[in-house]
Nanobody, 111 residues
Framework: VQFVESGGGLVRPGESLRLSCAAS????????VSWVRQAPGKGLEWVSQ????????GVADSVKARFTISRDNAKNTLYLQMNNLKPEDTAVYYC?????WGQGTQVTVSS
C-alpha cells in the first residue's frame, strides 16, 4: 500500500500546478484520502479530501476557490489542481490515508 506524489515545482505567483498521487496496493475509491501540506518551519495543514464511495469533497478555507481535488477511479489516482498560487502555498504536499503517507512533492511559489 503506497502513494507516489508528483507534479510539484517552482512557479511564480498567479500560476498553476496540478499534483498527482498514484495509489497502489488498494482501490482509492473505497477510502477517504486527503492532501496535507507542510510549509517550512510549520506544522501539518489539511488542504482537501475526497470521501470514500461518493467522492464528495472538502477543502480548507485557505485554498477554497483556488484548489480543486479530484479522483480518477480508472487510474487509481488523486489530483490536486492548484490555481492562482500564492507564496504562502509554498510547502511539501502529501497525500495520506490514515497511517499511509506518500513521500511528498515540493511546491515553491516565488517571484
Amino acid at each position: 500500500v503506497q502513494f507516489v506524489e508528483s507534479g510539484g515545482g517552482l512557479v511564480r505567483p498567479g500560476e498553476s500546478l496540478r499534483l498527482s498521487c498514484a495509489a497502489s496496493g488498494f482501490t482509492l475509491v473505497n477510502y477517504t484520502v486527503s492532501w496535507v501540506r507542510q510549509a517550512p518551519g510549520k506544522g501539518l495543514e489539511w488542504v482537501s479530501q475526497v470521501n470514500a464511495g461518493s467522492g464528495s469533497t472538502g477543502v480548507a478555507d485557505s485554498v477554497k476557490a483556488r484548489f480543486t481535488i479530484s479522483r480518477d477511479n480508472a487510474k487509481n489516482t488523486l489530483y490536486l489542481q492548484m490555481n492562482n498560487l500564492k507564496p504562502e502555498d509554498t510547502a511539501v504536499y502529501y497525500c495520506t490515508m490514515g497511517s499511509v503517507w506518500g513521500q511528498g512533492t515540493q511546491v515553491t511559489v516565488s517571484s
